[in-house]
Nanobody
Framework: QVQLVESGGGLVQPGGSLRLSCVASGSISSIFTMGWYRQGPGKQRKFVARINSGGGTDYADSVKGRFTISRDSAKNTVYLQMNSLKLDDTAVYYC???????????????WGIGTLVTVSS
């Protein structure tokens, strides 16, 4: 069984910063990518950032230059440093991992339950 647990959400003023964390645990054989998605009020879930096993990163255009994703492979943990937060960044942030569990024949996507980030004055 594999679990992803996010932490670090909360209330922050516009222009402020937050750091999200996500730990993957359980019967994990290999993690290929870890990343973040978000779902704002009344909106669909959208890609935010992703980091692969080699350290390569991708970002949504809306967060480039403000958010930084990083990863501690030894701890199966991914971080999202969010700076210069805007009202539009308000959303539930979901951790995603594309990984292969022990005994599985192929890799698949796993999701956390989400952590709420509210940007408000």
């Amino acid at each position: 069984q594999v679990q992803l647990v996010e932490s670090g959400g909360g209330l922050v003023q516009p222009g402020g910063s937050l750091r999200l964390s996500c730990v993957a645990s359980g019967s994990i054989s290999s993690i290929f990518t870890m990343g973040w998605y978000r779902q704002g009020p009344g909106k669909q879930r959208k890609f935010v950032a992703r980091i692969n096993s080699g350290g390569g990163t991708d970002y949504a255009d809306s967060v480039k230059g403000r958010f930084t994703i990083s990863r501690d492979s030894a701890k199966n943990t991914v971080y999202l440093q969010m700076n210069s937060l805007k009202l539009d960044d308000t959303a539930v942030y979901y951790c995603n991992a594309y990984l292969r569990a022990y005994g599985a024949t192929r890799a698949m996507d796993y999701w956390g339950i989400g952590t709420l980030v509210t940007v408000s004055s």
